[in-house]
């Protein structure tokens, strides 16, 4: 009874959402999806799907817009106050609903095809981006920037993006490049491959990723591959998902076979690696950092 009550009130409410959304003038936008969506000319109230979301719009200068975040949603801190509505791939209808967006961000790799059908039944418009690889992450801010209407904002930002980047290029031009493996996740191994932007992060931070020939985004590896591969440096991500701690490697039959732990060649790196944003290119300087000091220091 409780639940047909809010999602009774959700549906009044969504239909208030979407008559003041038919009122304001809007745009016709193609989206990552290739679908045409009508968004308004200037959306004042925007919910994020996912955290990368937010930290593009925050990157672009229209966090103000945000109304709306998902879990687990770090960056930048300001962002951390702001309602939740639950987790990416199960984010709340009557969350998104109440509080009265005019526009709401989703990708196709992280949100249902169920979440954005539903708001848009409720009037709600939904702007899918859909970004891949390192490029992907530069187009995507500026589609979000064509969407929120701040078209120069954003085409700033990525230019500043992409300076950082060739500075790093040039850094690390002709330097020798370590074989880096970047552990997801310990058991079974996960890693990163041909399609992950995370291995077209560590080829820009200057190394080559052993796994960037592997068809699959995430591929799961035996140990023995691992031992094959002959990774000199490895990769952890700190403060995020499970993972071994370089002691435990060492003791560790397989992983003590492992080129990068026998020379106890490793470097920690925090999540931003593993954000589809503007703030994988402080991790992918943060790693060029770590993999070629000298370069760094010169400057």
Request: charge should be neutral; hydrophobic fraction near 45%.
């Amino acid at each position: 009874m409780i639940r047909t009550l809010a999602i009774a009130s959700a549906v009044v409410i969504g239909l208030a959402v979407g008559a003041f959304a038919g009122e304001a003038p809007t745009r016709e936008l193609n989206d990552g999806a290739g679908r045409r969506v009508a968004v308004p000319d200037t959306p004042l109230r925007v919910v994020a799907l996912t955290p990368s979301l937010t930290e593009m719009v925050y990157s672009i200068g229209a966090g103000e817009t945000i109304v709306g975040v998902t879990d687990h949603t770090d960056y930048p801190s300001v962002a951390r106050v702001k309602p939740s509505v639950g987790g990416m791939v199960d984010p709340s209808i009557e969350r998104i609903v109440a509080l009265r967006p005019d526009l709401v961000l989703a990708t196709l790799e992280s949100n249902r095809a169920t979440s954005i059908d539903a708001l848009q039944r409720l009037g709600i418009p939904v702007f899918v981006i859909r970004p891949e690889g390192l490029d992907g992450i530069l187009q995507a801010v500026e589609q979000i920037g064509l969407a929120l209407n701040r078209v120069h904002s954003a085409r700033m930002a990525v230019e500043k993006l992409r300076a950082r980047r060739r500075d790093v290029a040039s850094r690390v031009a002709g330097l020798p490049k370590p074989r880096v493996f970047v552990l997801i996740w310990p058991e079974p191994v996960a890693t990163v491959g041909r399609h992950s932007f995370i291995a077209e992060a560590v080829e820009a931070a200057g190394a080559d990723c052993v796994t960037s020939d592997l068809p699959q985004p995430w591929p799961r590896l035996s140990l023995e591959e691992v031992v094959r591969l002959a990774p000199d440096t490895i990769v952890l991500i700190a403060n995020g998902h499970p993972t071994l701690s370089t002691s435990e490697m060492k003791t560790r039959p397989g992983w003590n076979r492992v080129p990068a732990v026998i020379a106890n060649r490793f470097i920690e790196i925090d999540a931003r690696l593993e954000h589809s944003s503007p703030v994988v290119f402080d991790a992918i300087e943060d790693l060029a950092r770590a993999l070629h000091p000298d370069a760094f220091r010169k400057r």
